[in-house]
């Protein structure tokens, strides 16, 4: 381009913009910033991922539902024996029609409501042992991958608990305490979090001699602190993730136990329970609707856990952040 | 300069540290290392990749066992097994920044928590508006505004982000930091910011550096004096002027030709000068740790000595 | 140099990225000719999209980056058109070739060394198993590379960071490229290493008639291997000339302050000269010239206008107003007339 | 590298040793009526307590830690009580291993084949057609329990097809679906992990180079990509491999093949010792050879690795 | 003479199952499971054995009888009957030594013989040598007279000892065999003798078991069925049904669930017929020794429980068919017992037992009348108003591990407490696990009311006698209030001590134990609630075909039956069961 050029493309230009701007220093650094929040920036992140936002609602919603369903008007209890008015005796496998949503199942109990109730259970289950499993499992796995001098003996009783059968803790628990959603949960605690400390353990013992941690050191930080302040926020994202399938896992675990016949008492509804009684059903066209629905609800949820966990990881990564 | 006198802040002495646990695999990565930094000099450690000067810095700040050897700091051993009192003391009292402004934050915590890190750690404040008030004052010190106080590391440029490490030792009120190549991951620009921060902190808190480096166009700038180490051991040690005018080692003047100069001309006519390690004939002659000429230290036999002496006649 | 043929014409480049449904433009309509033979250097600070522009004479963008508009021309093609891997194939080593920044990770770390250097013989110079072998131990050891029988079988952790360069250059030799991109070859080198990568570079360049474009911020080995400097700045080339023109008659402000910031320049106990102020961010749209909130010289014209190229000479020009001839003469900092007073008393010397 | 096996075997005993105890120690807390299954209401207290005398469950319990231990160190794994009793367990298990072993061999083999060829082509169409599909399929899998879908599979794909319903050693075709059914989950998992690892290494320089270099994408996939990626997988086929002897438990029960799947199980809720006893040696034995064997398999994949070296300072 | 139910003869003899119980075990002199049961009947036969009728028929003895004291039996045995071995080779002869060496074998406790305290209750000595008080062998009562004749020496006269000898532990076995085999005896099928209907060809546990008729057997002429393949699967209840509509099997039980998908399908409902009820005796007991936590008061519940119209109350208020329809909804009557001791078990001279006195009146008339109920509710109400509380915490546990179970404790919750109100009585359902469900709940007393059930041991009504006694753990029934009598012991237990005693006349025995059972119906100690089995099912055998007796192992015979071309169908069952009763009646009048 020539001078020639140049001079012509500016003419139209006021001439005195050609003096000297002010300087600022302190607007030089500022230059090029917006002001920022992790929380909402992460939150901003997760809601621009339309499918995670909308299983997000649909997951609240779930759960209000859940817990609202049994004071809605018209709902019907989900232990209760319904009684077919012409034959006096129980409902029993009635279709699903205005009156019973979802149909009855073979002892004539509504299961619209089961499925409520039992969603209700199994969702209390996954949380429960979700949070219990992030809660003892960060904490051993942390200090498990971070404390060396624990390293060898963590690692050695976390080799012998893994290898001893669950089924025979499971046995003894439920003989102990009898079946219930407490044994239940406890049991799945029990040995839920050898796992995610295993996780936890080798995501640490990647970050934990990065440069930024040697300088906690230097700064005289003790272990606690690097371990809550540097060390578990960059496992945030991976830790959610975790934690979400921790959900759909507890429940499906469920289902398996319920299958070796360690469950729940069938009279307490739980999506194990449902799906282990609809399944005898699968070859029965007209009964099939007790085992599609509430598998229907355990695929809803897991899904919604799974995506929603992998969106919500990458939303932690402030990296992810513009 | 030349006074006797002065203070001595660090005194290390026969420093060796080794790696790995195995006999087969143990090898000392620093061997037999003397030097000593005087309170409120700058002293600079140069050498090329894996010759052991990060190795150096973090055994004096304790990060790195020390296999034989001493560190004294203000007259005190500070490292095998200390007390919990000196060990406070001495985390207070020396600092270390680190090369990579990127990876020695913690991107998930705020400015606010890394600066204050330290503070937390010794409780030298009464309340926490003091806490603030020292932070703020720590990143106006270094040239930040006390509104990125509230923000996360990955909003910085790599000077800032340093200008945030320094930062965070600031707090510390350290007489002795260590700076480990603070500089090298930056580009030109921000390398000066850094390198102006640094004197002029010097000059207003009387600090005291242990700066290590390989650019030694920027140690020449900063460093009142500099010892040069190769594979773990120092080869030379002088006043830095003295040391560019008079490499003696072999190693020394080989480091000091390959400096690139930001001058055309003069770069496309420079000269490299090698250094083989195999030129030493140490086998009968073991090397010894001579001051050759006034506060300039050299490594060499005697039969290296010799002629080390008649260069230096020769200027 | 001006003479000599073009290889390569950028012309109004302008480079895209889509980052979390947002886009940030990298390269603003840059322009280059790179002549047939020379060796180009690119400086400029970080994040100045010095290798995001290299990178798309190779197609090599990321995934998420494209070439929004502007063109490439090299060899009567447009580069910028290509958009299948077909097209790049042929251009891709054969004719442009790169080394990249980082030895640490640049290498395959789970082949040997000969065979990743063997990939590129076979591939570009048509050479079978035991020729090809000889030919790689040949270019290992034209590369520096001792015992390179030895050499071959061995992983990239084997090697220290400068073997390992030498064993990238010597990937990147293999192909036998017009055209060989450096993008910051040394600067994880340690001096006496980078002294001795750039000057087998140089060896290199001259031994195959290379045409060789250097990236990186350390004036000092712009200085040493550089024909032609062009000065990079928020993803335009705001200055290029002559090595020395650059040098030694700098016109833009950035190039300016690039050059005052050498620790050549510090005089013990008082402070660098230095830049304030950060880059711009890339996914706002910049008006007028994108130095200008960091310039102290800045006119209000800066922040109305992006300024033209001013042609300061054949070989010579800058986008800067203050080459306009309304703008008030403005002389270059105090340092840079003390550089110059250094590089005149060199040269006396 | 001997030394460092021996070492780390060595290690592994005495974890062996104590996983064995504390088990032999929880079945002792089982209740004595288990042992009897139903018959236990027929049976007269004194009948009960001659049986359980002859069980040797009326030793004391340091006793019967002793015999158990000697007769393993005999190389004996016992006999089963309740299971099949007086049956040495070897010879059950030897009826038993081959089974899983063929199934599990043959669905590691078909998941790791499915689920790479899977993996790599969600990680070549990364955000495309293919990579959302084979998301939904992961998806679907993790989320509809095994105990339905494979029901669902062996009732409806047999209907079709007009296959047999249940296994048939003599019947080839018989064994196709459950092979395929049990190889399903790992499918899901091989290529929700060979995309992953795909995907990081896909973004390492290294491709770029080799892409610098000029060699096709194709190429770069099957000479670099592939292998790097699959090395942290490697680290774990040894203990799928070794795992498949103990079964798929749904599999087996659903399509009658006489495997192991579920032997453990069913033995714990019958409680029968020493069949408890020898599966929970295997398994660990397993476990603990498989993560062994899977370091070395790492350590022969990639060069870096040196099992002998351990983590530097403080 | 026969319903024709039985296909032509070109169907072939192969019957083909699906089975879910893996046996353990081959010894039969040990076993006490059923299924193992099964097997070994078909393997190896009895002494007696009885027709489909139920009529005690010669087997391995021809001949037999008893000494004037009732003590002794001497039996002739069959000549020629051949031990086998698995592929059909000649072992050896049966001889009467066989037996004693069976006996000693299950009366060593070292062998942990489950059955062996049958035989230890009726012969002389013998327990007190499985207690190893005695050592000497020859003083126990089973003696081989000579090749062919075996005495029995009994403890006391055992009216029923005859039906005893068609269980297992009066199996005989050949000694030379037993101490080669030694511990490997019954291991697999290799390692027993064969002398019955069929051998075991194949035995792959968890696989398949393949049963080939004995070309051998003494009685091959009836043995239609030529082989027999059982195939293993874990998931037969849910896969069985498929298997048999795909024709791939021959007989598959029908869960109750899919019952409603059968009876709507044509096809599909001429497949399927009901199944016999079995000797299994279900009720629900009331708990006379409560040791259940304080939380559900059991002081409150030994009040009640004490006062006959509570009892009554309750008696009259459970409702079962409703609880029947959770197993068997199509035909919930077919089950339900108003005895304890099951219809067909014994008879007195073709009249059945359940028939006698006053047993009758309970047996011809349905407990549940929700009228009486209400009525007894108020008189406890008034009778115990200030005594007991309020409303009565009534602790229900039911087996988690069965699923049946548990709908029927909800039913049975739901049910009672609409008819006598929250206010009255508050049903407390207590999840138990399978594992040591009995032990933690029933023997330790920890229940209120409780689902329980018997099976007879032998073919005499006192066996169902037995769990009520005082050194049984069923409900301590003997600890009732207000039965007391002279002697220190309940009015119940001098009944049926007086029953006992009668060993001699048959129809004085049947009778005091039928007045003591309806004593203790009467008495609401337990509310009688259903007989086992029942059911629907798809089977190409036909039921009327196989032997009959409600004790011992020779209903499992597949000897006399055949396969049809298809699976009987429910009109031709009812039609075969009323022809099958009256030809019984009169089998057993011949019988006398
Ligand atoms: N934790 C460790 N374990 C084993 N070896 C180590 C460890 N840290 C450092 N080393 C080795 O010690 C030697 C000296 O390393 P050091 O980091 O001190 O070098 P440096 O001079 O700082 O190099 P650079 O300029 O690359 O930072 C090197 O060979 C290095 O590989
Ligand atoms: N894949 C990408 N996605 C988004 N932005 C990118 C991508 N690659 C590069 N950029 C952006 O483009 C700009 C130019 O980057 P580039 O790597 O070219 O800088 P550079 O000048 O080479 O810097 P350096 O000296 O650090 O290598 C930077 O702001 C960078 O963040
Ligand atoms: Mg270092
Ligand atoms: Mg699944």
């Known amino acids: ?322 | ?315 | ?349 | 590298m001997l030394r460092y096996s021996l070492k780390r075997l060595a290690q592994s005993l005495a974890t062996l040793l104590i996983i064995l105890t504390i088990v032999f120690l929880l079945m002792r807390l089982m209740p004595e009526e288990g042992y009897f299954g139903q018959a236990y209401e027929k049976l007269d207290p004194a009948q009960r307590e001659a049986i359980l005398t002859s069980m040797g469950l009326r030793d004391p319990i340091p006793i019967q830690l002793k015999n158990f231990y000697a007769s393993l160190l005999k190389g004996d794994l016992g006999k089963s009580m309740i299971y099949r009793p007086k049956v040495s367990i070897a010879e059950i298990l030897k009826v038993k291993v081959p089974y899983s072993l063929y199934f599990g061999l043959t669905a590691v083999a078909i998941s790791l084949v499915a689920g790479i060829s899977l993996g790599i082509i969600m990680a070549r169409s990364k955000a495309k057609i293919w990579d959302k599909l084979g998301t939904g399929y992961i998806v679907f899998i993790n989320a509809v329990p095994a105990a339905v879908y494979y029901l669902f599979l062996q009732l409806y794909v047999t209907d079709i097809l007009k296959l047999p319903i249940l296994f048939k050693p003599d019947q080839p075709v018989s064994w196709i679906l459950p092979a395929i059914s049990m190889s399903l989950g790992g499918t899901a998992s091989y290529a929700m992990w060979m995309r992953r690892y795909m995907v990081d290494e896909l973004n390492k320089d290294y491709v770029k180079l080799a892409r610098a270099k000029g060699l096709r994408n194709k190429t770069i996939m099957v000479k670099h990509v592939f292998r790097n990626a699959f090395v942290p997988m490697a680290q774990y086929l040894p203990s799928t491999l070794l795992y498949t002897i103990s079964g798929s438990i749904y599999i087996e029960s659903l399509y009658s093949i006489p495997g192991m799947g579920g032997l453990l199980v069913d033995v714990i809720q019958r409680q029968d010792n020493t069949v408890v006893q020898a599966l929970v040696l295997i398994y660990s034995s397993i476990g603990i050879i498989g993560l062994f064997l899977g370091d070395i398999l790492m350590a022969i994949f990639d060069p870096r690795i040196n099992l002998q070296k351990k983590g530097g300072a403080r | ?592």
């Open chain 2, 1 to 315: 300069m030349h006074d006797g006198q002065r203070e001595i802040l660090l005194d290390v002495r026969n420093l060796r540290v080794e790696f790995g646990k195995s006999k087969k695999n143990r090898f000392a990565a620093v061997d037999n290392v003397s030097f000593h930094i005087y309170k409120g000099e700058t002293f600079g450690l140069v050498g090329e990749s894996g010759s052991g000067k990060t190795t150096i810095g973090r055994a004096i700040v304790r990060l790195n066992e020390t296999t034989a050897g001493e560190v004294i700091f203000k007259g005190k051993k500070i490292n095998g097994d200390i007390g919990k009192e000196l060990d406070k003391e001495v985390t207070r009292k020396i600092q270390m920044i680190f090369q990579d402004p990127m990876a020695s934050l913690n991107e998930r915590a705020k400015v606010d928590y890394i600066v204050s890190e330290g503070l937390y750690n010794i409780k030298n404040y009464k309340s926490e508006e003091e806490r603030k008030a020292k932070v703020e004052k720590a990143l106006m010190d270094v040239g930040l505004l006390p509104e990125f106080l509230s923000r996360f590391p990955h909003e910085f440029s790599g000077g800032q982000r340093q200008r945030i490490g320094i930062a965070r030792t600031l707090v510390m009120e350290p007489e002795l930091i260590i700076a480990d190549e603070p500089i090298s991951a930056l580009d030109v620009s921000i390398r000066a910011q850094v390198l102006n921060l640094l004197s002029e902190l010097q000059k207003s808190k009387g600090l005291t550096y242990l700066f290590i480096a390989h650019d030694l166009s920027v140690v020449r700038f900063i460093t009142d004096r500099l010892a040069v180490i190769h594979k773990g051991k120092i080869v030379e040690l002088a006043e830095t002027e003295k040391l560019f005018k008079n490499p003696l080692h072999p190693y020394t003047r080989s480091l000091l030709s390959a400096i690139p100069l930001p001058d055309p001309k003069r770069e496309k006519e420079k000269v490299l000068e090698i250094y083989d390690p195999g030129c030493h004939d140490y086998k009968d002659d073991p090397p010894e740790w001579i001051q050759i000429e006034p506060e300039h230290f050299v490594l060499g036999n005697h039969k290296e000595l010799e002629q080390y002496r008649a260069r230096l006649c020769q200027r």
């Open chain 5, 1 to 592: 003479k026969q319903p024709t139910t039985a296909g032509p003869a070109e169907v072939p003899q192969e019957y083909r199952t699906v089975y879910s119980g893996e046996i353990t075990t081959l010894n039969y002199l040990t076993t006490a499971s059923t299924n193992e049961f099964a097997l070994a009947a078909n393997f190896v036969d009895s002494l007696i054995d009885y027709d489909r009728y139920g009529v005690a028929q010669p087997c391995l003895a021809t001949e037999w009888k008893l000494s004037d004291d009732g003590l002794v039996w001497t039996l002739k045995l069959r000549e020629g009957v051949k031990w086998v071995t698995h592929e059909g080779k000649e072992y050896a002869e049966l001889t009467a030594q066989d037996f004693v060496d069976a006996m000693k074998y299950v009366l060593d406790s070292k062998n942990e013989s489950q059955t062996a305290n049958i035989a230890y209750s009726v012969i002389k000595n013998a327990e007190k040598f499985y207690n190893a008080e005695i050592t000497d062998f020859e003083q126990v009562g089973i003696k081989a007279k000579d090749k062919y004749t075996l005495e029995y020496t009994l403890e006391k006269p055992t009216p029923y000892f005859l039906s005893m000898l068609t269980y297992v532990c009066f199996f005989p076995v050949n000694g030379k065999f037993l101490s080669e085999a030694g511990d490997k005896f019954g291991t697999d099928n290799a390692n027993i003798l064969y002398n019955g209907a069929y051998m075991m060809e194949t035995y792959e546990p968890q696989t398949r078991r393949v049963l080939a008729a004995n070309e051998n057997y003494w009685d091959k002429e009836n043995i239609y069925i030529k082989k027999i393949t059982q195939t293993y699967n874990k998931e037969a209840a849910t896969l069985a049904p498929e298997l048999v509509l795909r024709g791939e099997i021959d007989y598959a039980e029908l869960p109750s669930s899919i019952i409603d998908e059968w009876m709507k399908d044509e096809t599909k409902k001429d497949k399927l017929r009901p199944q016999r009820t079995t000797f299994y005796t279900y009720f629900y007991c009331f708990n006379f020794d409560p040791k259940f936590p304080a939380e559900f008061e059991p002081d409150n519940w030994k009040t009640v429980v004490n006062n006959l119209n509570f009892r009554k109350s309750l008696f009259h208020a459970l409702d079962r068919k409703a609880a029947m329809l959770t197993s068997e909804p199509y035909d919930p009557e077919k089950r339900i017992l108003n005895t304890i001791t099951p219809k067909n078990f014994v008879d007195l001279d073709g009249k059945d037992y359940t028939q006698i006195g006053k047993l009758a009146d309970f047996t011809n008339t349905d407990s549940f009348n929700s009228k009486l109920a209400l009525e007894f509710k108020e008189k406890v109400l008034t009778e115990l108003k200030g005594k007991a509380k309020f409303p009565v915490k009534v602790l229900m546990p039911y087996n988690t591990g069965m699923t049946e179970w548990t709908n029927r404790a909800q039913v049975i919750e739901q049910q009672m407490e609409n008819l006598l109100g929250t206010d009255y009585i508050d049903i407390i359902l207590d999840p138990k696990p399978p594992t040591g469900f009995l032990k933690d709940v029933r023997r330790a007393g920890n229940y209120a009311f409780l689902e329980c059930n018997w099976g007879p041991d032998y073919a005499d009504p006192e066996t169902y006698t037995d769990p009520f006694t005082p050194d049984n753990n069923y409900n301590w029934p003997h600890l009732a209030e207000g039965y007391k009598e002279a002697n220190g012991k309940n009015t119940y237990e001098n009944m049926v001590n007086a029953a006992k005693a009668e060993v001699l006349d048959m129809a004085k025995r049947y009778t005091l134990f039928a007045e003591a059972e309806a004593f203790f119906i009467d008495q609401a100690f337990v509310i009688p609630y259903a007989a086992g089995g029942g059911g629907y099912l798809a089977s190409k055998l036909n039921p009327f075909e196989s032997q009959y007796s409600p004790f011992g192992l020779s209903s499992e015979r597949y000897k006399g039956q055949k396969v049809m071309e298809k699976p009987m169908n429910s009109e031709q069952y009812t039609e075969g069961l009323a022809i099958w009763e009256k030809e019984r009646a009169e089998a057993l009048k011949a019988a006398k």
């Open chain 3, 1 to 349: 140099m001006i003479d000599s043929k073009i290889i390569l014409s950028v012309s109004d480049l302008v480079v895209k990225f889509k980052l979390r449904g947002r886009v940030l433009t990298a390269i603003r309509e840059a322009s280059l000719d790179l002549y047939e033979g020379e060796s180009l250097a690119i400086v400029g600070e970080s994040g100045s999209g010095k290798s995001v522009f290299t990178k798309t004479f190779m197609g090599l963008l990321d995934g998420n980056g494209w070439v929004a508009s502007g063109s490439i021309l090299y060899n009567g093609e447009n580069l910028a058109r290509f958009k299948t891997e077909d097209d790049w194939i042929k251009i891709r080593g054969k004719n442009i070739a790169m080394v990249f920044q980082d030895p640490m990770t640049s290498l395959n770390p789970l082949k040997t060394i000969g065979k990743q250097v063997q990939e590129a013989v076979e591939l570009h110079q048509g050479l079978k198993k035991e020729e090809a072998k000889k030919a790689v131990i040949e270019i290992l050891n034209d590369v520096g590379i001792s015992e390179p029988e030895r050499r071959y079988k061995q992983y990239p952790h084997e090697f220290s960071g400068g073997m390992r360069q030498r064993v990238v250059i010597a990937i990147a030799v293999a192909c036998r490229p017009r055209i060989l991109i450096c993008d910051e070859p040394t600067t994880a080198l340690d001096v006496t290493i980078q002294a001795q990568i750039l000057n087998l570079l140089k060896r290199l360049k001259k031994k195959y008639n290379l045409t060789t474009i250097y990236i990186t911020h350390d004036l000092g080995v712009v200085a040493n291997v550089a024909d032609r400097i062009a000065v990079m700045y928020a993803g335009d080339i705001v200055e290029i000339g002559n090595c020395e023109e650059v040098f030694y008659n700098a016109q833009h402000p950035y190039t300016w302050a690039l050059l005052s910031s050498l620790p050549q320049l510090g005089v013990k106990g008082k402070p660098l000269h230095s830049i304030k102020g950060t880059p711009p961010n890339l996914f706002y749209d910049i008006k007028g010239d994108a130095f200008a909130p960091r310039n102290p010289r800045a006119l209000k014209m800066d922040f109305v206008e992006k300024p033209p190229y001013f042609t300061v000479s054949p070989t010579h020009k800058a986008k800067t107003w203050l080459l306009d001839p309304r703008a008030p003469k403005v002389e270059p900092p105090e340092s840079i007339a003390i550089l110059r007073k250094q590089w005149r008393l060199s040269k006396d010397a």
């Open chain 1, 1 to 322: 381009m020539s001078n020639a050029k140049v001079n012509k493309l500016s003419d139209g230009l006021n001439e005195n913009l050609f003096e000297f701007a002010e300087f600022d220093d302190k607007e030089a650094q500022r230059a090029g910033y917006s002001n920022y929040s992790y929380w909402r920036s992460t939150w901003q992140v997760f809601i621009r991922n339309k499918v995670a936002l909308f299983l997000l609602v649909l997951m609240t919603v779930l759960i209000l539902f859940t817990i609202i369903q049994p004071y809605l008007p018209d709902q019907k209890l989900p232990t209760k024996i319904y009684i077919d008015s012409k034959t006096n005796m129980q409902l029993r496998n009635h279709p699903p029609d205005s009156e019973f949503w979802f149909g009855t199942n073979s002892i004539g109990q509504d299961l619209w409501s089961r499925i409520w109730s039992g969603t209700r259970t199994s969702l209390l289950i996954g949380i429960a042992v979700g949070i219990w499993e992030a809660i003892a499992g960060i904490m051993i796995g942390a200090l498990w991958g971070y404390v060396r001098v624990l390293d060898r003996p963590i690692t050695e009783i976390y080799n012998v608990l893994d290898n001893i059968p669950v089924t025979i803790i499971l046995i003894l628990m439920t003989y102990i305490m009898r079946p219930s959603l407490s044994t239940m949960i406890i049991a799945m605690c029990m040995t839920g979090w050898l796992g995610m400390a295993r996780f936890v353990r080798n995501l640490i013992v990647i970050i934990r001699d990065r440069e930024y941690n040697l300088a906690s050191k230097c700064l005289g930080t003790p272990t606690g602190r690097i371990i809550t302040k540097n060390l578990l926020p960059y496992l945030v994202s991976v830790i959610m993730l975790r934690m979400a399938l921790a959900i759909p896992a507890a429940i499906g675990y469920e289902v398996f136990l319920t299958y070796i016949g360690l469950g729940l008492p069938v009279s307490i509804p739980s999506l194990g329970n449902l799906i282990n009684e609809g399944r005898a059903l699968m070859m029965v066209k007209s009964l099939r609707y007790q085992l599609i629905f509430p598998a229907i609800v355990l695929s809803m949820v897991t899904i919604s856990f799974y995506v929603m966990g992998n969106v919500f990881a990458d939303a932690a990564d402030p990296r992810n952040h513009v």
